[in-house]
């Protein structure tokens, strides 16, 4: 009989986990620290939010797999796109999506991420 493959949760909550690791693939979630800047200074703060995530996971962001972003208003879809562009390992770009959702008070983005990691 084999174990199963262990499930390694980093700043493990009572609500939630800050990142879960299972069989070399990483998932969390970003929502900028500083709600009172505005949509861009939000993408460009969980940007490199997610850059830290990756670095203390010991990975970077040719191992990202898949984001699913999450705008407060799909008007602000160009300015994530620009942002995207400057931000995204060219011919290493994970697979995305983004809706419009209800978003906590200031936020303006969510992302969820999901790398490969060691």
């Known amino acids: ?3 199963p493959s ?18 070399g693939v990483a998932t969390w979630v970003e929502v900028a620290e500083d709600s009172a800047r ?3 200074g939000q ?5 490199a939010q997610i850059d830290a995530t990756l670095a203390s996971l010991g990975a970077t ?14 008007a602000d879809a160009p300015t994530l796109n620009k942002l995207w562009d400057a931000w995204v390992v060219p ?10 959702a209800g978003l ?10 999901t790398a490969a990691v060691e």
């Open 43 to 47: 993408i460009e703060q969980v940007f």
């Open 61 to 74: 962001r040719e191992r990202l797999l898949q984001i699913t972003i999450y705008l407060a208003d799909l």
């Open 1 to 3: 009989m084999t174990l």
């Open 6 to 23: 262990p499930i390694i949760r980093h700043g493990a909550g009572p609500r939630w986990s800050d990142v879960v690791v299972h069989r």
């Open 91 to 100: 011919g290493q770009a994970p697979v995305r999506a983004c809706v419009q």
């Open 104 to 113: 906590s008070g200031r936020l303006r983005v969510e992302m969820i991420i």
């Open 38 to 40: 505005d949509t861009a």
